[in-house]
């Protein structure tokens, strides 16, 4: 059984800056992808940033020059730095991954940036 446990949410002020980890209960070549998504206060699901088994990287264009995405292969975990952080930011993170046609969900970590 795949399990995603994220961390690393918290309250920040404007301008301020979070790091989310996301570690894997396997091997994070297991899967051919990885993201975070985020679910602000009555707003759907988006994906903020991927990135894929050979290393690219994708990110939501409201997050862009400010979000990146990375991973650590020994730790089997990734990260979400986020920098310049924005009231709009607020939202419930979400670490993905997919494998064989199957998408993990972690938990969650709430993530609430005052202004």
């Known amino acids: 059984q795949v399990q995603l446990v994220e961390s690393g949410g918290g309250l920040v002020q404007a301008g301020g800056s979070l790091r989310l980890s996301c570690a894997t209960s396997g091997s994070i070549f297991s899967f051919n992808a990885m993201a975070w998504y985020r679910q602000g206060p009555r707003k759907q699901r988006e994906m903020a940033a991927a990135?894929?088994?050979?290393?690219?990287?994708s990110y939501a264009d409201s997050v862009k020059g400010r979000f990146i995405i990375s991973r650590d292969n020994a730790k089997n975990t990734v990260y979400l730095q986020m920098n310049s952080l924005k009231p709009e930011d607020t939202a419930v993170y979400y670490c993905?991954?997919?494998?064989?046609?199957?998408?993990?969900w972690g938990q969650g970590t709430q993530v609430t940036v005052s202004s």
């Open positions: 993905a991954a997919d494998s064989s046609g199957y998408r993990y």
């Open positions: 990135i894929v088994s050979g290393g690219d990287t």
